[in-house]
């Protein structure tokens, strides 16, 4: 086997996630620091790939359900094509079926696995093929669990940071909005995203509305709708709530690649938990993460930048990274229990810190 400095790396990710994934560079990060010369493959799904196609850790990006992966003999196209890359190691962060097949496929002499309690009976009798398993426990914090997955790679565990690089092209195209926005120069420009990946954790359009406007009214900020092309109808309704409409501009039309040259111009950003409220503190972003649901101990961000509002504690949280969720009415009503009013208390706190 190579030596890690030279080793061939494949990590499967949670790979259908935005957030998810921007929380897997720490992973990228440490190997490369400690190993300059290794090759990281990563795999990721379609749609939440281009966060990471621009990472210059990353040396080959699989794109699982790209042409000639796509569908079910795609699948036995995939794990052949693993087979063929001669891993030194493969690493699954979570304990899905897939990442453990690939694992295996990949025939890498050392592979790494995540297991979680209560284990099912697939992971009992296909543990074994695993040379090393670490078990995460629920309500921990995730990325503290993926680097301690590199201990067999002999890398000491460090605190995690995530990172998320821009492209030439979504340079250019920010630059380009906020000059014809007339947001170049502007003293506060907050970014809000209305939606998220799951709709029972999204919080009202129409307390979006209201924030905005507050923000504006008090702060004489710019606020910059920022969505997918899919949710455009969305941001439309909630601008056309706003009374301080001419104050708001929408930005709909970049993909997740161009996104964080958008995302890094922010002074500020407020989001349910979703993958954008990544993005952000990635990049550095001060941000307020409005919980709902979410375990807040597991994934979101936690630092002098970051506020996280949490529902009243009489909702308990019940959304997790791995674990199963709770019902969609206790997640939803989680998500509706945070008021206006908290959210801009949280971001009263946060102005004083960035102006």
Not at 132 to 146: A, G, M, R, S, V
Not at 175 to 194: I, N, P
Request: charged letters at 20%; hydrophobic letters at 45%; glycine letters at 6%.
């Amino acid at each position: 086997m190579n030596k890690p400095d030279g080793a061939h790396i494949l990590i499967i990710p949670i790979m259908t996630r935005v957030g998810d994934l921007v929380c897997a560079t720490p992973v990228f990060r440490a190997l490369k620091n400690s190993y300059p010369n290794c090759k990281i493959t990563v795999l990721a799904a379609k749609n939440a790939a281009g966060i990471i196609k621009n990472n210059p850790r990353i040396d080959n990006l699989v794109v699982m359900n790209n042409p000639p992966f796509k569908g079910i003999s795609g699948r036995g196209r995939l794990f052949y094509f693993l087979y063929k890359q001669k891993f030194d190691y493969a690493l699954a962060l979570a304990n899905n079926p897939f990442g453990n097949l690939a694992t295996l496929f990949s025939a890498a002499p050392i592979r790494i696995k995540t297991v979680v309690r209560p284990r099912t009976f697939t992971e009992i009798i296909t543990d074994w093929w695993n040379n090393y398993i670490f078990e995460y426990k629920h309500c921990t914090f995730l990325q503290n669990h993926y680097l301690r997955l590199l201990e067999p790679l002999n890398i000491p565990f460090a605190p995690p940071t995530k990172e998320v690089f821009v492209s030439e092209s979504g340079e250019e195209k920010a630059r380009a909005f906020f000059d014809s926005e007339k947001l170049t120069g502007v003293r506060l420009v907050v970014g809000m995203t209305v939606t998220a990946g799951n709709r029972v954790k999204e919080w009202p359009l129409e307390y979006f509305a209201e924030l905005a406007d507050r923000i504006i009214r008090n702060y004489g900020a710019k606020i910059i709708f920022i969505d997918s092309v899919n949710n455009a109808e969305l941001v439309g309704r909630v601008i056309n709530m706003m009374g301080e409409k001419k104050s708001a501009v929408r930005a709909t039309n970049f993909s997740l690649e161009e996104l964080p040259s958008l995302i890094k111009r922010l002074s500020a950003f407020i989001a349910v938990d979703t993958g954008a409220i990544y993005i952000a503190h990635a990049l550095g972003v001060p941000l307020i993460d409005i919980i709902g649901p979410v375990e807040p101990n597991e994934q979101p961000p936690r630092d002098d930048k970051s506020i996280q509002v949490l529902p009243p504690s009489s909702h308990k949280p019940t959304s997790f990274v791995i674990k199963r969720p709770g019902s969609v009415e206790a997640r939803r009503s989680a998500a509706r229990a945070i008021s206006v009013d908290d959210v801009y208390a949280a971001f009263e706190t946060l102005a004083k810190k960035i102006l």
